[in-house]
């Protein structure tokens, strides 16, 4: 059947690499979701919620209490002020927020800008937008980009600048520099900038996270989204939100309006719970965090991939051509079917898949793992990696 406009978008690479795993008992490094919960807190907020008849529709927008739970820690962490009535909507998981900001502003006629590799959901969205996606190379192995290709892809025409950061997959964090240099092509050339901050706070030092509407100027041209799913641990709940000046917040309401209408009730009291953690709550999850980012590190390296560790996000991009110089889509396969670790080839983050895998030697692995999952890969990299090497090139 020919299904239109959607023809050219397949199963999705988190989908068909956790099958994979499961159809070859593989420890799953691919697809991004913690092996751990959130908090009990957040649960036993959600569980009182549903016997407490919290079960029927919420506003739309998100319940109110919610709303000014996320305004508050918006301000506190990063000193930015917004008005939970009309400039804070929660959205069903940041994908849903992305989206909707996409359609929401972009129409056939416009072109977006993103900075590649970028998340699968972003090309989706603007197709459907009908706007043009245009995009902005991330250089390996340190993923920096050069501002004249930015400027280049410039035009009256362009109305939205997606931004991820920590960006996912590279887990590069875009720095200062880097974030006033955007700002300014912004403000210059007046577009509009989507910021996708979902792993905010997985972020190691020295690095630190910068908001762009944080620059002076940018708040009002900024659509802010982020998500309960990483910073909690709870990436089945699926409840994101996205902060934006009236006018903007105005127009990404519409489309949530009429595809989701609300989220999940219990869940968002569920999550005002989340937000009245401690600060150490952060604390905790960071230092764990950089426990379970060295131990797969180390894994890696001892492994023979090439990589770095990630400034940001719980994720670690490695180059295998030292292990096997074949297009990452064949050795993201091969490595779950042979060695039994899953990964998720980095080209699955390009506008086109197919052309970026025949040069791309780097997978991505997760590290949103217990520390006894870790451990299991690198059983399993032992066990196996050495003979599967020499069957495959004797085959
Ligand atoms: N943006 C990025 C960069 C992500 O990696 C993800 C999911 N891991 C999302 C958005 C979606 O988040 P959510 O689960 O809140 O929909
Ligand atoms: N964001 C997650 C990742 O990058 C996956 C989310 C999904 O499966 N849709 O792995």
């Known amino acids: 059947m020919q299904t239109s406009r ?6 999705s690479i988190f989908s068909k690499m956790s099958q994979l795993a499961q159809t070859h008992q593989a420890v799953n490094l691919a697809q991004g979701f913690p092996d751990f919960d959130g908090p ?36 506190d962490s990063y000193s930015l002020d917004y008005n939970p009535q009309d400039e804070v909507t929660v959205f069903s998981g940041a994908t849903e927020a992305i989206f909707c900001t996409i359609v929401g502003l972009c129409q056939a ?59 996912n997959p590279t887990g590069k964090v875009f ?28 972020i190691y030092s020295p690095a630190r996270h910068m908001p762009i509407a944080t620059v002076p100027g940018m708040k009002d041209r900024t659509i802010l989204v982020s998500s309960t799913s990483k910073t909690f641990s709870m990436t089945g709940w699926k409840i994101g939100y996205a902060f934006a ?22 869940l968002q009291y569920g999550m005002i719970a989340a937000l009245k953690l401690s600060y150490d709550y952060y604390h ?22 090439e990589c770095h560790l990630p400034e940001g ?41 197919e052309v970026a895998a025949k040069t791309s030697r780097y997978v991505r692995f997760g590290f949103c793992k217990d520390i006894a999952t870790i451990e299991a890969a690198g059983a399993k990299f032992r066990a196996n990696l050495k003979n599967g090497l020499n069957s495959y090139h004797h085959e």
Request: charged share 25%; proline share 6%; aromatic share 12%.
């Open 175 to 202: 720095s200062r520099k880097e974030l006033l240099a955007i700002a300014q092509l912004a403000k210059d050339h007046n577009f509009f900038v989507m910021t996708d901050e979902v792993y905010e706070e997985l």
């Open 313 to 353: 996000t719980y994720f670690i991009v490695a180059n295998h051509k030292n292990l096997l110089d074949i297009p990452d889509t064949e050795f993201a396969v091969w490595l779950t079917k042979v060695v039994g670790v899953a990964c998720i080839p980095v080209s699955s983050f390009y506008a086109d898949p």
């Open 6 to 11: 959607w023809q050219k978008f397949e199963t």
């Open 284 to 305: 905790v999850l960071r230092e764990e965090y950089s426990e379970r980012r060295a131990a797969l590190f180390k894994l890696l390296v001892e492994m023979g991939f």
């Open 40 to 75: 009990q807190a957040i649960k036993d907020a959600a569980i009182q919620a549903i016997r407490g008849d919290k079960n029927q529709y919420a506003p739309a927008y998100g319940v109110l209490e919610l709303r000014k739970a996320l305004a508050e820690r918006q301000k």
């Open 109 to 167: 006629g416009d072109e977006i800008i993103s900075f590649e590799p970028f998340y699968d959901s972003y090309p989706a969205a603007a197709m459907l937008s009908g706007a043009v996606m245009k995009t902005v190379a991330l250089k390996a192995p340190n993923w920096t980009f050069d501002i004249e290709d930015l400027k280049a892809q410039i035009t009256p025409k362009t109305k939205l600048l997606l931004l991820n950061t920590p960006n």
């Open 245 to 266: 000046p009236a006018f903007l917040t105005k127009a990404i309401r519409i489309p949530h309006q009429y595809t989701v209408f609300c989220s999940a009730t219990p």
